[in-house]
């Protein structure tokens, strides 16, 4: 198992109607479990051009991982294809029939004939339970070779391939041939921390690379050991090394985010967080809950998107927002004070700005944000002036802002 | 010019660290142009590898649209490799370097000597200048192929697409060929839905095909017309059939999303809207303001996860809380309540429940979410019983309660 192809199935994906996801997951799980994710490709849910894509896939890997096509509707022809490829026929396989009926039992309904077609399997396969739905995954082994073909609902997708194929995968022991070390950073650009560590990557040993991944005001560097042995040291020296040059710009490594990162700063220190949102809509505090367990240190968030609400719940006062306008600093502290004030909460941080496309002003141009941060203590305020789309500005502002966040907490 | 490729290029692609939004951008917008969208190929930035994605493309497709590898640091290969492709060689472009140094001067900077590389463009390409950044586009033209390379940053590489290339792409006229139509539904299952208008499907001329597209509660539902005539005319007969069919599940079609349709429905019979949300974290209230204009309609959200703020903003009594605990049909009443009390607004939706993967017990498992909507007069109140997992749970939950204020709009 040297080489995995990831295969994603169905016209909405190649459409834009959906976005591939799944690829994204199986490409970490892969990643960790030290097989190489080759390549990855999206066809069509058309016969032709599955049996291409699992052509190209045995040509160019030993593992094929496919997910898609497998419901119950008439446009998901990929179990009948996967079996003509394999010279196979279906037939029906009663564990799963009994299991589609039970699942529509505890929803008071009976299956239908297109679920009992689900329950028609590839003689030849090795089926894999679902247990989060109706079709189950079907894996073929061929010279050595292995394709596993999933449904493309992402929970389903995930059960089947962490049952079915993880702990096979995982009883190879791969993990030691590439290693990874992610070194996430908020508050410069690439190049410029390219500049600050370029003296460090000249010292990298051949078989050490770096990666830099930037996306909304953060910069994920990624470190890559392909050498045999010695790798988990090297990417230590190297982490440590890079880390202590870069300071506080970074919050953490692998797979912590920014948020998870003041997840873990607000704990240590017992310290309860709340937000103000306007422009952002709520995106900082629903940012701040995706993480599990964060009731122990998060308060709530007031988005307050009218007049009114700034007012009422924030306290702000009707003359601020008359002579200064709700985005502008005076009214950020003043939203600031009043989170503080209304959610018990010991640190806020408030923002108020221009996301777009209407709602710009020769003065106040789409783009312009404001945003105060702090305690009853101390505040601090910033302005940022951003682009012209709304969706880069909402999210770059909400990175920018749990950044803040991560900084005051530090302090604390 | 009749089919394309998307090729993707990035190891953070493929190990999954970022999630490939650009394949589905591109794809709607060559899909609205009428050109087919062939495949996509996701390759790792390696020489070998670009130059095998290039060789699949031409042979496979004569519109090659690349994104990625363009940027200022040493693990950007694509355009060397390009030009490498091409036998081309990299000569400096003028243009392109004094505009990076104004971008530069506008944040007070100066170029580094790896901007300066960036100015180095193969010679054979049409340079497609880069309002949004660091690195042009290069259109390369082969045999009436065309391959555009663009940044892999979203925003930049759709300012390139829509700048450089679509123009010329819309004065081809393609748009007549293939035509897709989206019927948007929220509330039942594919399956149910495909029992449903099975008789309808059944008198599809055959160059009509359907498809649906499931996700967290909602279900798309896709017709394709490949007719070279009247295919206008057949996808409006069949959309309104099963419109007709599908009566309230319906909120909209091809990109309309449900928050927009609520906009529109909120708009229309001038009703202010606000949420009052816990394990959502805010989630609904991002929903609706994700939609340009939702300052019109939108009040704002209290997202009030303590005990404290339910009390203290939502009012909600302390004994309510005592009694029946947060998650409760109890609760959620008083929590909408409140909610319309501090917001001012006419309808109002609460959501408390327990997320997980923390916090479940028997008598309330993990995917226990209460719901209350509503105005002043008429209250509404729902249980759902979800799964395990955090994020499908919150997701979920967020699109039911979209879809409860969309119905109760339509009943004002």
């Keep these: 198992m040297k080489k ?82 394999f010279n196979d026929q279906l037939v029906f396989h009663e564990k799963t029939y009994l299991w589609i009926e039970k699942l529509f039992k505890k929803f008071g309904r009976t299956p239908m004939d297109v679920h009992k ?18 079709a189950p995954g079907m894996l073929f082994e061929k010279e050595n070779r292995i394709l596993l073909a999933m449904p493309g609902v992402p929970y389903e997708m995930k059960h089947i391939f962490s049952e079915g194929l993880k702990p096979r995968l995982e009883s190879l022991n791969l993990s030691n041939s590439i290693k990874h070390r992610t070194i996430r950073t908020v508050g410069m650009g690439e190049s410029k921390i390219a500049e600050i560590i370029q003296d460090l990557i000249v010292q990298f040993p051949p078989d050490l690379s770096i990666a830099f991944l930037p996306s909304s005001g953060s910069v994920r560097i990624r470190l890559t050991s392909t050498g045999e042995s010695n790798n988990e040291d090297i990417l230590n020296l190297f982490t440590e090394k890079i880390s202590t ?64 609400l700034k007012q009422a719940i924030l306290n702000v006062s009707k003359k601020t927002l008359t002579d200064f306008g709700a985005v502008s600093e005076e009214v950020v502290l003043e939203m600031l004070a009043g989170c503080l004030d209304a959610t ?19 003065e106040k141009p789409v783009g312009t944000i404001w945003m105060a941060w702090g305690n009853k203590e101390v505040q601090m305020t910033k302005k940022l002036s951003l682009s012209k789309s709304r969706e880069v500005n909402i999210k770059y502002t909400s990175v920018y802002a749990l950044n803040m966040i991560r900084k005051f907490l530090m302090e604390q």
């Design 4 to 85: 995995a192809i990831v295969i994603t199935i169905g016209s909405e994906l190649l459409i834009g109607q959906v976005i591939d996801t799944n690829s994204a997951w199986l490409g970490q799980q892969l990643n960790e479990l030290g097989i190489e994710i080759y390549r990855t490709l999206t066809v069509k849910d058309e016969e032709h051009e599955i049996l291409h894509a699992i052509d190209y896939g045995f040509q160019n890997a030993d593992l094929i991982l496919m997910t898609g096509g497998l419901g119950p509707t008439e446009d998901d022809i990929t179990k009948k294809t996967i079996a003509s490829y």
């Design 117 to 134: 077609q689900q329950a028609y399997m590839p003689e030849s396969c090795h089926i894999i339970e679902n247990k989060m739905g109706t």
């Design 245 to 308: 040059r870069l300071g506080d710009l970074v919050y953490g490594y692998d797979e912590t985010t920014l948020e998870a990162s003041i997840g873990q700063l607000a704990k240590a220190k017992g310290i309860k967080i709340a937000t103000a949102e306007s422009c952002t809509g709520g995106l900082i505090g629903h940012s701040i809950v995706g993480v599990p367990g964060a009731s122990a240190y998060f308060e709530g968030t007031i988005t307050a998107y009218s007049y009114e």
């Design 344 to 362: 018990y909460a010991d640190v806020a941080i408030s923002v108020s700005g221009i996301a777009g496309p209407g709602g710009g002003t020769p």
